[in-house]
């Protein structure tokens, strides 16, 4: 026998019979369970009947709660009646106790070839396929809108020239400049000690100039505009501005996404020069503060470890590192469809994806020229 | 006459931003009923809403419900304070991340600690009450207006609250969904027991579920009594908003 004070719904097993007592409501409902479940431990037989008679309240959970027990008990081969009191508790069996539809949870009996056959199949046509159709639709109208400007948005590729380029140069040549003053500091201790100090300016100036410096640019572009054309995009998804532009014959990769790619082809490439003598910059500290490299050695060692060849790689890898974070920022935001929690998720996408595509870019390009 | 008031709020007066929204609102909702609360955009309805939540701080103890004062309890007070009403929000308010199913099932984990194929079949038994078998494993992005509402008032009542309140239920809703809607509120209203605060400006919903009407005019409740009392006034801006509702 099993019963209890405190809790409203108290039960005893009597004779195969469970009684229940009081109010079988969701608010008590795991104190409940928990007697019941301790009354029917100790039960042996293979008839049971939960007596309803003296019960004198039940909710919807209370109804699902006995409902599921009965399940339960069946399954273990007790035959399980649930013998009605109440008029209203009669009512609310009928109500509630009806069997919920099954969940489909669908067994998975395909084979490893045919996942993986159906895995590269699905990254293929959702995301490398459509990744290319759209790089190919915006540099159809990014060149095409290049001899018809009287199509363009007046004044919107100055705007988002500003917006990702003249905005970034503090933050960026800030960064280069730290990353440059790092950089020949890690250096100045091992050159020094070969006595070949005056290569801190070669290290300098070929690492910034062919390297770090358009990386850096481009990471820093992707972390700030990337982001930001991502969740541009995504939000005029969600609240179906992209919709609006279409029914009015716009097309929302000309009118959105196109200045875009022109402000930061057209930015990048003087970003990536400012971040270069920036970094630059750094060494030239670091030069004459720890080496003694007086300033007009540095830039008369500058001049010979200088190479237009480099200055011109680094502007190709830039204008390279723009349109992988334009199309990776636009891609991303046109993968929305509805709910705005989803804007978030693929800024953060668009932004890692965005950076391994440069990074990946950048080794290649640097195989090529090298 | 009643006398179970389940809400009592007496001379409720709220200010944001310096200016008055509500002035010496007082009214009773009772128990088993079906209140209305009507007014133009702009009355002061949500902010009153939110003040009966205790989403607004309040000073004194002009607000009561269910015998508490709703901004003044602490946190275990709240949490079961909480677990006792239902919500139904204008725009659903369901979580996009999650699926119909784990958003009706969020309350019960938060707060019991049932097994987890009771809650699912608690779950689908409230799906099932507002007909939405089948939608337990789709997201909310993928449901019409009409499904959304409905999914949301099966989160609201999934704790089988006595008190439900519901703010501009039928907002966005075509008049076919918006009468299947009001219907299914009602049916839910006498099959859980619930009483039903509902925040409307639907005169046609007024007339399909409401019991009593509080009408609120320009922060003021100018108006409190049955539907047929309500009818037979001769309050100017209630007469007006009636006429209006129903396009004469």
């Not at chain 1, 950076?355 to 390009?365: K, P, R, T």
């Not at chain 2, 006459?1 to 002035?23: G, Q, R, W």
């Amino acid at each position: 026998m099993t019963g209890k004070e405190k809790n409203n719904t108290s039960c005893i097993l009597e004779n195969s019979v469970l009684k229940l007592y009081g109010e079988l409501t969701i608010m008590e409902l795991n104190k409940s369970l928990y007697d019941i479940d301790k009354a029917l431990g100790e039960c042996m037989d293979t008839n049971l009947v939960f007596d309803l008679e003296n019960l004198t309240f039940i909710d919807s959970a209370g109804v699902t709660a006995l409902y599921y027990f009965k399940d339960k008990l069946t399954a273990k081969g007790v035959n399980v009646e649930i013998r009605g009191g109440a008029q209203d508790i009669n009512r609310k069996l009928e109500l509630f106790g009806t069997e919920p539809e099954n969940i489909q949870k669908g067994s998975d009996k395909t084979g490893l070839f045919e996942k993986l056959g159906s895995g590269v199949s699905y990254v293929f046509n959702e995301f490398i396929a459509g990744f290319f159709q759209l790089a190919a639709d915006i540099t159809y109208w990014s060149v095409s809108d290049l001899f018809r400007r009287h199509t363009s948005r007046k004044g919107e590729f100055i705007n988002q020239a500003v917006l990702i380029g003249v905005n970034a140069v503090l933050i960026v040549g800030a960064m280069t400049f730290i990353i440059g003053l790092v950089l020949a500091l890690q250096s100045a201790a091992q050159l020094r000690s070969f006595g070949a100090n005056i290569y801190i300016v070669d290290l300098t100036v070929i690492a910034m100039m062919s390297e770090m410096g358009p990386l850096i640019t481009a990471i820093m572009v992707a972390g700030r505009s990337g982001s930001s054309i991502a969740a541009e995009i995504a939000t005029m998804k969600v609240t179906s501005e992209t919709d609006a532009l279409r029914t009015m014959g716009l097309n929302p990769v000309r009118f959105v996404i196109v200045p875009k790619m022109h402000g930061a082809l057209i930015t990048l490439p003087f970003l990536t020069i400012i971040a270069d003598m920036c970094g630059i910059g750094g060494g030239l500290v670091i030069a004459v503060t720890s080496l003694d490299i007086s300033p007009l050695v540095f830039i008369h060692r500058m001049q010979e470890a200088f190479l237009m060849r480099d200055i011109l790689f680094g502007v190709i890898k830039s204008l390279v590192f723009a349109y992988i974070i334009v199309v990776t920022g636009s891609y991303f935001g046109f993968r929305v469809k509805q709910g705005a929690d989803l804007v978030g998720k693929v800024t953060t996408q668009a932004v890692v994806v965005a950076i391994s595509l440069v990074i990946i870019a950048d080794s290649i390009m640097g195989l090529i020229f090298y | 006459m009643k006398t179970d008031s389940v809400i009592k709020v007496e001379k409720l007066t709220a200010i944001l931003d310096d200016k008055i929204i509500l002035s010496d609102v007082s009214f009773k909702a009772y128990s088993g009923d079906v209140t209305a609360i009507l007014g133009s955009s702009g009355s002061g309805k949500t902010v009153l809403l939110k003040h009966l939540l205790g989403l607004y701080p309040g000073e004194g103890n002009a607000v009561s419900v269910m015998g508490l004062n709703p901004s003044q309890l602490d946190e275990g007070q709240q949490k079961h304070f909480y677990t006792r009403l239902g919500v139904f929000y204008q725009n659903g308010a369901l979580l996009n991340s999650l699926t119909v199913g784990e958003n009706v099932a969020l309350p019960l984990h938060q707060h019991t600690d049932l097994p987890p194929d009771l809650i699912e079949r608690l779950v689908k038994l409230k799906l099932r009450l507002v007909n939405l078998q089948g939608s337990y494993n789709m997201f909310p992005s993928s449901l019409s207006g009409g499904m959304l509402k409905r999914a949301a008032l099966a989160r609201a009542i999934i704790m089988d609250p006595p008190l439900l309140f519901c703010d501009e239920p039928g907002s966005g809703l075509d008049p076919v969904s918006l009468a299947s809607l009001d219907n299914l509120i009602l049916n839910l209203q006498k099959l859980l027991g619930m009483t039903v605060i509902m925040i409307t400006h639907e005169v046609s919903s007024i007339f399909r579920v409401a019991d009593r009407i509080i009408f609120i005019d320009q922060g003021k409740v100018i108006f409190e009594g049955t539907l047929p009392e309500a009818l037979k006034s001769q309050n100017k801006a209630l007469m007006e908003f009636f006429r209006k509702g129903r396009g004469d």
